[in-house]
């Protein structure tokens, strides 16, 4: 009877263990920006909940670039990547990745947190929307494309392009972001939350958000065109915003939380739930990590498609729309035609090399592009 009662009791404690303590690796290595980022501090507290709910120890490696964060992970050294927008890059081969050692990859993301961006202008620069910008100064960061290319998507919402605005470069991204301040350019685009951007409210220029309405259509669909990885956003916490107000603004995730495809199913469901049940140990570890809640970051549009383990625990959570569905496979569908465009251009021009090659193949991404439904 004894031992009855010990096999019994031993039985309901392994039982009482938490699913996911069977299921999570005992280490894991990711890789995040640099440490004083957003995206590593963010990933710290992700990690430190996973330490203290399951006991994975994970490590993260830093990376000050977009290839140093992709590379351990492409390389197999790496379980999952906190990255930015150089998820949708390397997806399509664009900018840093358009060069014949990169070129387009096969992504997944688990989930990514929402970060609110827009046409930010000063005040008194007599812009009021987007399509107001035509002619105005228009601030870019040097070899910053993540930041750029989402300003040109968010000009296209008001039927601009590059050619109709002038562009401004700063070598940094803190002279671009304070450069309204001291009069040298009259809008940028970023996150409504950069420091640079309460000394603008502040100063006698004063600070406006150029709307982005969801109910726009046209602006979405011209928006989208050139950058498809954002949506509409409502966003209440910005520099000079007054409490109680909204901005209309878009929505773009980082950081983003990828993997490989060929990660299994099992390992992504598994991470992907430990990532939810762990909400309440991380959500108050920085002041936007309430946004990682998977009803919000675990939803489309983002950089790559969901990986099919994330797509199950979603289902599972009632989280993951048939909406969401078509979503992914058509995002599915135009990184599998890059992925043959650049076969087909690699074999095509063995002798093109650098800036030629570069340009060639941006010209041929942009065939891919039109000819996607």
Request: proline share 5%; net charge negative.
């Amino acid at each position: 009877m004894t031992i009855k009662l010990m096999t019994a009791a031993a039985f309901t404690a392994l039982t009482a263990l938490p699913a996911m303590s069977q299921e999570m690796p005992d280490t894991m290595v990711w890789t995040a920006y640099d440490v004083g980022s957003a995206g590593y501090a963010e990933a710290s507290a992700i990690a430190d909940a996973f330490g203290k709910q399951f006991g994975t120890r994970v490590r993260i490696q830093p990376s000050g670039s977009g290839i140093g964060r992709l590379q351990p992970l492409l390389q197999g050294r790496a379980d999952y990547a906190f990255l930015a927008t150089e998820a949708f890059f390397m997806s399509e081969g664009a900018f840093d990745f358009a060069v014949p050692e990169w070129g387009p990859h096969q992504l997944r993301t688990v989930a990514g947190r929402p970060a609110g961006i827009t046409l930010i202008t000063a005040a008194d620069a007599g812009i009021d929307t987007v399509a107001d910008a035509k002619g105005k100064r228009i601030a870019f960061v040097a070899g910053n494309p993540s930041v750029n290319v989402k300003c040109e998507a968010i000009l296209a919402f008001g039927g601009l392009t590059l050619d109709d605005v002038e562009i401004v470069t700063f070598p940094t991204y803190a002279a671009a972001m304070s450069s309204m301040t001291r009069n040298e350019s009259d809008a940028t685009c970023t996150t409504p939350t950069t420091s640079q951007l309460y000394e603008l409210a502040e100063s006698p220029r004063g600070i406006h958000y150029a709307p982005l309405e969801a109910d726009n259509q046209q602006g979405w669909d011209q928006l989208l065109k050139v950058l498809p990885i954002m949506g509409p956003s409502d966003e209440d916490i910005a520099a000079g915003l007054a409490e109680g107000e909204i901005a209309k603004m878009a929505a773009y995730r980082y950081p983003v939380i990828t993997t490989t495809p060929d990660k299994s199913a099992d390992e992504v469901y598994a991470f992907t739930k430990a990532l939810d049940e762990t909400y309440d140990l991380y959500k108050d570890g920085t002041a936007t990590m309430v946004r990682w809640s998977l009803d919000v970051a675990g939803r489309p549009p983002i950089d790559v498609p969901f990986h099919e383990g994330a797509i199950r625990y979603l289902k599972e959570k009632g989280i993951w729309t048939e909406e969401d569905d078509a979503w992914n496979q058509k995002r599915i569908a135009r990184l599998d035609a890059m992925v043959a465009a650049w076969d087909e251009f690699k074999a095509a021009n063995p002798d093109l090399e650098g800036e030629a090659f570069a340009e060639a193949w941006m010209a041929r991404r942009a065939e891919v592009v039109a000819g996607l439904n």
